[in-house]
Nanobody, 121 residues
Framework: QVQLVNSGGGSVQAGGSLRLSCAAS????????MGWSRQAPGKQRESVAH???????SYADSVKGRFTISRHNAENSVYLQMNSLKPEDTAVYYC???????????????WGQGTQVTVSS
């Protein structure tokens, strides 16, 4: 019932910036949490940054101070501003979320197709 669509990503030099966007669509009543995880070659997927319905944010220690997750004026769209990028940030980034489907508490949890972020030295 829910579709997550990523945009952004690409290749940048170390120290550069990228901005990722994610939009959720479908029969969404509300959301609990949205954000990004990432997976680098040879690594397990890890949480990067997430924001909940009360605008409380969480970040991986490795990106604190460099990445900022935000919502604009739509609760089902989120943005990840990535500054001071490092080669170790290279990974496929997946938008993910946990959504309310109705007023009875039904939920849907999933992730989008992913987008490649490559940071060169």
């Amino acid at each position: 019932q829910v579709q997550l669509v990523n945009s952004g990503g690409g290749s940048v030099q170390a120290g550069g910036s990228l901005r990722l966007s994610c939009a959720a669509s479908g029969s969404i009543f509300g959301f609990n949490e949205m954000g990004w995880s990432r997976q680098a070659p040879g690594k397990q997927r890890e949480s990067v940054a997430h924001i909940n319905s009360e605008d409380s944010t969480s970040y991986a220690d490795s990106v604190k101070g460099r990445f900022t997750i935000s919502r604009h004026n739509a609760e089902n769209s989120v943005y990840l501003q990535m500054n001071s990028l490092k080669p170790e940030d290279t990974a496929v980034y997946y938008c993910d979320g946990d959504f309310l489907l109705d007023s009875n508490g039904a939920t849907w949890t999933g992730w989008g197709q992913g987008t490649q972020v490559t940071v060169s030295s």
